[in-house]
């Protein structure tokens, strides 16, 4: 019985060893979280305010990051999302990290999302086709604020959009306040594309 089991193993050992030499190694890319201009989609000033620094991990299934950044707004719910990019624009916009800044602003978040998972969308009419090419497509990450933190919301805060009006547009910053800054995504990352 022990002969039969030691032979299983080194079976299955034969079998994965030549699948994993066959994979790239990660690739690891760093970029700069600069403050983010929701109304045009663009840095808020050029050259870009930078806050902090970002890190993506491709793989060939997958990628991962870490979003560490200062000049939050403290105390509040953030949440991190990955914007992926096709030719056309956005393809796919879903939920990578989040929870409450501490009262110094400054923030650590790190997620991971695997090609074909479809999870976590921002909206129903916002494109949420995933990733799938983790080594080739551009990923634009976006730091959003949820305005103050409300205890018995906090949850909801630091997992979802917040998002539920007819269209994604509606929606883009419903913490603004009147009169306030009117921007929901407030820093971003930029990866682009092998």
Same mark, same amino acid.
């Given at each position: ?73 403290? =105390? ?8 992926? $990019? ?77 998002? =539920? =009006? ?12 009147? =009169? ?9 990352? $930029?990866?682009?594309?092998?």
């Amino acid at each position: 019985m022990t002969k039969t089991r030691l032979g299983m193993v080194v079976a299955i050992v034969a079998l994965v060893v030549p699948l994993a030499a066959h994979a790239d190694a990660a690739t690891r890319q760093t970029a700069d979280v600069f403050k983010w201009n929701d109304l045009t989609g663009m840095p808020t000033t050029n050259p870009p305010t930078v806050v902090g620094k970002a890190s993506l991990v491709r793989t060939d299934d997958g990628i991962s990051m870490t979003f560490r950044t200062t000049e939050l707004p403290a =105390g509040e719910p953030i949440t991190i999302w990955w914007i992926i $990019l096709g030719p056309g624009g956005p393809v796919s916009g879903q939920f990578a990290a989040g929870h409450v800044v501490g009262n110094n602003g400054v923030a650590t978040f790190s997620g991971h999302l695997s090609e074909g998972d479809t999870s976590g969308c921002f909206h129903p009419q916002f494109p949420c086709q995933g990733l799938t090419d983790a080594r080739g497509q551009t990923v634009l990450l976006l730091a959003r604020t949820h305005g103050p933190k409300d205890p018995g919301r906090v949850p909801i805060q630091i997992h979802t959009s917040e998002a =539920g =009006g007819p269209t994604f547009e509606d929606d883009l910053c419903p913490a603004a306040t009147p =009169g306030g800054d009117p921007f929901c995504q407030i820093q971003a990352a $930029l990866f682009a594309g092998a």
